[in-house]
């Protein structure tokens, strides 16, 4: 049973630029969430999505965009690249999205903005 | 808002003592409570999980956590550490009404020999 996979697992960007992020979910899995982990830092939430929906959102700029397939595949999109947005950009899936969910992470995808 | 503090950004151990990692939360509505780990260039596997059953939660590798309401904590422990256990480890918040997460800055745990 395959796990939460993103890809690619590195990107080198440079400022003003866009990237689109990847991330196939745990099978059975209808829910993505997204957060960012900067160096020495936790994960931040970024938004979570379900039904193809944005469900909620974290505290982010409209830089940051996503969308989620019929599949329940989920892309990242973040426009107009800033020094502060090199991270660690971590995707987790769940069956539904009540507290009671657990969320299974996957191994990131590292950014880097030049 | 709900947050997250872990008192201790390092804790050392030697290989057999108490592993001991403090996590105290703030939170406006009953939490549930969760223990992360991570390993150098890996994502985030979950330890265990507080879902407002029993107060003293097992989880894999021999870890346990204790939720406590009148000190808003919930630390991670284990018996006898193991090489093995040197990793990154997140305390986490969700209130009950979505499974979004709020992270703890992270503890680095490093075991010596």
């Known amino acids: 049973d395959a796990g939460v996979t993103q890809s690619p697992t590195h990107l080198i960007k440079t400022r003003g630029q866009q990237v689109t992020l990847r991330c196939s979910p745990k099978s059975g899995h209808d829910t993505v969430s997204w957060y960012q982990q900067a160096l020495g830092q936790g994960p931040q939430f970024i938004f979570q999505?379900?039904?193809?929906?944005?469900?909620q959102r974290g505290n982010f700029p409209d830089r940051f965009s996503g969308h989620q397939f019929p599949n329940y595949s989920s892309e990242l999109n973040v426009n107009a690249l800033l020094l502060g947005d090199s991270a660690l950009y971590l995707c987790?899936?769940?069956?539904?999205?009540?507290?009671?969910?657990?969320?299974?992470f996957g191994p990131g995808t590292r950014l880097t903005v030049l | 808002a709900q947050s997250v503090t872990q008192l201790g950004s390092h804790v050392s151990v030697s290989e057999g003592a108490l592993v001991l990692l403090r996590c105290n939360y703030s939170s406006s509505v009953p939490p549930y409570l969760f223990w992360y780990v991570q390993y150098p260039n890996q994502g985030l596997q979950l330890l265990l999980k507080y879902t407002s059953a029993a107060t003293l939660v097992k989880g894999i590798n021999g870890f346990e956590a204790e939720f406590k309401k009148s000190e808003t904590s919930f630390h991670l422990t284990k018996p006898s550490a193991h090489m093995s256990d040197a990793a990154e480890y997140f305390c986490a918040v969700s209130d009950r009404y979505g499974n979004k997460l709020v992270f703890g800055a992270g503890t680095i745990l490093r075991v010596k020999s």
């Open positions: 987790a899936s769940s069956l539904g999205a009540t507290s009671t969910d657990t969320q299974y």
């Open positions: 999505y379900y039904e193809e929906e944005e469900r």
